[in-house]
């Protein structure tokens, strides 16, 4: 059989996740400072809250290109927009597909950060859009690096991708920044899409902090969000983008959303009732992770979001040594393309016990702790 080249073919599995399956497989107990899932971590949910998804409304099939526009009008009274700015997708993944599909040709290109989430060379690949890298550098704090994001531009590109907050540095684009993205997206005729999942999470923002785009106006401007990281229920399979964008893109964008119509009606449906659940899930969430950040003693400085970025001296080396020795699991920096070695990433969502145990074994591990 033939298979596509959109899909890779190396299909193995990476020497730290056979050794973590090879303890699962043994019954050994995994510290894991890894947990993303808030629905694995201990976070409270009030009892019946699915009750919404039970309205009898679910049971008719009645498609809209951009989503049920009561669902839409809930978002748009959400982020104060109008609401024919709002279109509904099953998820952030599937609005970046979409719009890579608006915006690209194959073989057109898209810049995203690095280091950030290693998710982009996915779907970018599955469009046929070939990723360009534009380089994050740390100073008491991180920045984009314009040299590489302006030499990184060619013919081919068609959009800038932030992580706003970044997943893992948790940064937010400072407002310096933001006025030379935006003057070199319209000198080059780009769109800006702005990954906001991480924005109700802000631990410790700059004064010139940019917390949301979504109120940018010129050039095309794009912002994601979704129900799995607002209301942490990933499993709930709705997210929406906010559009800024001239109405010939809104036209073509409701074509491809009509193709899809992947948005399901009975959480569309629920959306408002599951938004009542954001104040308390956010606070859980923003107190758990201050919580544990407060337990870090070294640390790269961290605005916002669920993971922080710890400095060590071998990165493979200790990464490897925690889950052997220890049981411990991180993550490495390469996981999420840093440009050099020598940083971990763990997950500040992990639940506080897991997480004093873990750093336990780091102390063991790393020199000066």
Known sequence: MKYSQRVSSNLTTNAL??????????????????????????????????QALANPLGALYEPESFGLLSARETVAREYGCGVDRVVLASSTSEAYAWLFKLLCDPGCEVLVPRPSYPLFDYLAALESVTVRHYGLFYDHGWFIDFH???SAITERTRAIVLVNPNNPTGHFIKRHELTRLTELAMRHGLAIISDEVFAGYPIEPDRDSVLTLRDVEEPCVFTLHGLSKAVGLPQMKLAWMLANCPPEAMARLEIIADTYLSAGTPVQLALPSLLELRPSIESQIRDRVKANLALLPHKLRVEAGWYAVVPVQDEEETVERLLREYNVLVQPGYFYDFERSGYIVTSLLTPPEIFREGLAALRKVLPGW
């Open 148 to 150: 590489t994001l302006e």
């Open 17 to 50: 996740s056979q050794l973590t399956n090879r303890k699962r497989a043994a019954g050994e107990r995994i510290l894991d400072l890894t947990e993303s899932n808030p629905t694995h971590a201990g976070i409270v949910y009030p009892e019946g809250f699915l």
